[in-house]
């Protein structure tokens, strides 16, 4: 029972530096999310995906790429890393549930986090 | 657009007192609502869900009711344990999109 997997789980990068979190899920789940979580901010949505070969942004992009080449995968890329994106980062993931016209996501299923420190 | 504003923490308690963690939320729409609870180092479980007027959500003694008319999903429970202590977070999802909002979290500390 994996369910939601994130690598690794700390992180120290030096400004300007690139890299990639993974987060990996075994539910066969077409939803899938990262998000940052910050002190006072609750839960920031970065991007998201509701398959494979589709992504969209949420509510704080800037910085960051994503893909979705498969539906177990959704990796998140710092392009450049900056000190504002120091943080503690979320993969979720979710059954995607149709009702009527609109749809609504079954209940996210968490990873236990990615702590990234940019210096 | 959507929100989700949550009472601020932190709320520290005495063992077996009342919880109340007030959230009320703004949408368009008929949203769902959910509780989430984040224990220390790790990543959101659910804790319970709504997802029409009048609904109640129940789990591990915690309780919301989805109120429509006054936009509103507080979470309660009656007697709380240390092992409560965690982040608590009130969250929305609004039906013409895919995304899911979360609150600011409230601290809940409960001492024995």
């Known amino acids: 029972n994996a369910g939601v997997t994130q690598t690794p789980k700390f992180q120290v990068l030096k400004t300007g530096q690139s890299m990639t979190l993974q987060c990996a899920q075994d539910?066969?789940?077409?939803?899938m999310s990262w998000y940052r979580q910050d002190p006072g901010m609750g839960l920031r949505l970065i991007h998201y995906s509701v398959g494979a070969g589709i992504t969209d942004q949420g509510e704080v992009p800037n910085g960051y790429n994503v893909s979705r080449s498969t539906t177990e995968d959704f990796p998140l890329r710092l392009l450049s890393a900056a000190p504002s994106q120091t943080s503690v980062y979320f993969c979720?993931?979710?059954?995607?549930?149709?009702?009527?016209?609109?749809?609504?996501?079954?209940?996210?299923?968490f990873g236990n986090g990615t702590r990234l420190t940019v210096t | 657009g959507n929100s989700v504003t949550q009472m601020e923490g932190p709320v520290t308690l005495s063992e077996e007192a009342f919880l109340t963690i007030n959230c009320t939320y703004t949408?368009?729409?008929?949203?769902?609502l959910f509780w989430y609870v984040q224990y220390p180092g790790e990543g959101l479980q659910l804790l319970l869900k709504?997802?029409?007027?009048?609904d109640k959500g129940s789990n591990k003694g915690f309780e919301a009711t989805y109120r429509k008319e006054t936009t509103s999903f507080h979470l309660e429970k009656g007697s709380v344990q240390v092992s409560d202590s965690a982040v608590y977070f009130c969250a929305l999802h609004g039906g013409a999109t895919n995304k899911l909002i979360f609150g600011t979290g409230t601290l809940l500390a409960v001492q024995p």
């Open positions: 539910m066969n789940h077409e939803y």
């Open positions: 949408a368009t729409g008929y949203p769902s």
């Open positions: 979720a993931s979710s059954r995607l549930v149709k009702m009527t016209a609109s749809s609504y996501n079954s209940p996210l299923h």
């Open positions: 709504a997802t029409k007027a009048d």
